[in-house]
Nanobody, 115 residues
Framework: QVQLVESGGGLVQPGGSLRLSCAAS????????MGWYRQAPGNSRELVAV???????NYADSVKGRFTISRDNAKNTVYLQMNSLKPDDTAVYYC?????????WGQGTQVTVSS
């Protein structure tokens, strides 16, 4: 079992910044991918950004140049720095942990971009 604890969501004005954190604990495989997905009301869950334990990254086109994913493997923690936020970024953001044998999700954290 892997537990994911997210933090950092909230309300921010357009153009503002937020930083999300997700700490994993439990039976962590050394080779894994951790990342962020989001789901807005009425929409399906979509990839935001993911980073492997080896350092490879993948971003949704809609966030490239604005969001940056990073991780601290020693702490099993992944971060998402979100800059130049737009109202379209409003969603529940979910942390994801994926290894060869299992996949886990965090409980989600609300990000609201509004003036």
């Amino acid at each position: 079992q892997v537990q994911l604890v997210e933090s950092g969501g909230g309300l921010v004005q357009p153009g503002g910044s937020l930083r999300l954190s997700c700490a994993a604990s439990g039976s962590i495989f050394s080779i894994n991918a951790m990342g962020w997905y989001r789901q807005a009301p009425g929409n399906s869950r979509e990839l935001v950004a993911v980073m492997t334990s080896g350092g490879s990254t993948n971003y949704a086109d809609s966030v490239k140049g604005r969001f940056t994913i990073s991780r601290d493997n020693a702490k099993n923690t992944v971060y998402l720095q979100m800059n130049s936020l737009k109202p379209d970024d409003t969603a529940v953001y979910y942390c994801n942990y994926h290894a060869v044998v299992a996949e886990y999700w965090g409980q989600g954290t609300q990000v609201t971009v509004s003036s």
